[in-house]
């Protein structure tokens, strides 16, 4: 089991929100999961292999979930015909690979773990949306952009909101920086996507948007109340996490909701 159990959330949610919107056939959907998993498991054990004491036991895993993902490739493609998910798969595999180069050490620093790092690793998670869409749907549409993008969005928010609470420690024992400081790129983001909700009534039907901006309203409260909040103490990350999942599964919830009905598609 990988360490970064957030991930599993960035990846799943996106695959509930399409689903709970536009139900898909069991069959594909079941292999669509296992393929995802497999290779996301695949992606965290690779680095594995180039440390001698774990490079057997790491091979012998990264054989297995590769084989369990080309089997439930093969499966949804040949057997299911899903043909439109060639393009996001491609596009799965660059990010990954960008994100294991990232992994070295550059100057003793890991780039994966920089801002941009774990910005572009969200955004190869989060393209199970894309994926569970053309599974329901059978095609690859804008309805697909709008999954990936609204997903976008909201997990760039809990990535910023976790980096300002690290930052925020850090500077604190070193420099004694003041909330501002540590909170702007929190606050100017937040700042943008409120105003960026608040075009929505006028783009599209007024119950869709109403539901849009009910999906991000807990996490953009938790962001400005906590850089108003940020004081000396550790805060609890295991509580942090805990919430997080729950405002991505309250996210994902109204999202699904705020999908039309009628057409399936926007």
Do not use: N
Not at 52 to 59: D, I, K, N, S
Not at 107 to 123: F, K, N, Q, V
């Amino acid at each position: 089991m990988p360490a970064e159990h957030g991930a599993w959330v960035v990846m799943l949610v996106p695959i509930m929100l399409t689903w709970l919107a536009l139900p898909p056939r069991p069959g594909p959907a079941i292999l669509l999961v296992v393929a995802a998993a497999s290779a996301w498991l695949a992606q965290s054990t690779a680095p594995s292999v180039l440390q001698p004491l774990r490079r057997a036991e790491a091979l012998q895993w990264l054989s297995v979930l590769l084989g369990v993902f080309a089997l439930a490739s093969f499966g949804l493609l040949v057997g299911y015909k899903q043909w439109a998910l060639v393009p996001i798969g491609l596009v799965a595999a660059v990010l990954a690979g960008v994100h294991l180069w990232m992994r070295g050490q550059v100057r003793g620093r890991r780039l994966d773990r920089s801002g941009p790092g774990e910005l572009l690793g969200m955004a190869g998670l989060a393209l199970t949306g894309p994926a569970a869409y053309v599974v329901s749907r059978g095609t690859l549409d804008w309805g697909a952009l709008v999954i990936f993008g609204a997903c976008v969005v909201f997990f760039s928010s809990g990535v910023l909101f976790v980096r300002m609470l690290l930052a925020w420690i850090r500077s604190r024992k070193a420099s004694g920086a003041t909330r501002w400081q540590v909170g702007r790129i929190v606050v100017g983001y937040h700042a943008v996507l409120a105003a960026g909700l608040l075009v929505l009534p006028a783009i599209v039907a007024p119950r869709a948007a109403l539901l849009a901006i009910a999906a991000f309203i807990p996490a953009i409260v938790r962001a400005l109340w906590g850089v108003a909040t940020l004081s000396p103490k550790v805060p609890s990350f295991k509580r942090v996490g805990v919430l997080e999942s729950v405002y991505a599964v309250w996210f994902g919830v109204m999202m699904a909701m705020a999908w039309p009905p009628a057409t399936g598609a926007w």
